[in-house]
């Protein structure tokens, strides 16, 4: 299983931004799915999570301006980034609680994706 983001770049303050996550391999199905952000000298946490029932919690520094969202038959996973500060500039991660089928049943394991930046500056 691989997760593949794309989006991130560079955005002046009060801008938007779109990021994705791709998941590719042996899926049978994604349990949960969300997105966190590692900051310089600081650690990795959760923005959004979502549930496969749709389910969302979001880290409050960011609510009301991000939005996770998915599409089920792409297993892909988004996030919209509304009203971007210079206190959101950080290393974006999606990740994914992903059971595979394998032969002698099933594994859920999970998975992150490479990271990619996200700068807020003028």
């Known amino acids: 299983v691989q997760l593949i983001e794309s989006g991130g770049g560079l955005v002046q303050p009060g801008g938007s931004l779109g990021l994705s996550c791709a998941a590719s391999?042996?899926?049978?199905?994604?349990?949960?799915m969300g997105w966190y952000r590692q900051a310089p000298g600081k650690q990795r946490e959760l923005v959004a999570r979502?549930?496969?029932?749709?389910?969302?919690n979001y880290a409050d520094s960011v609510k009301g301006r991000f939005t996770i969202s998915k599409n089920n038959a792409k297993n892909t996973w988004y996030l919209q980034m509304n009203g971007l500060n210079p206190e959101d500039t950080a290393v974006y991660f999606c990740?994914?609680?992903?059971?595979?089928?394998?032969?002698?049943?099933?594994?859920?394991?999970?998975?992150w994706g490479q990271g990619t930046q996200v700068t807020v500056s003028s």
């Open positions: 391999g042996s899926i049978f199905s994604i349990n949960a």
């Open positions: 979502m549930s496969s029932g749709g389910s969302t």
């Open positions: 990740s994914a609680a992903i059971t595979t089928r394998l032969p002698a049943g099933f594994r859920r394991s999970d998975y």
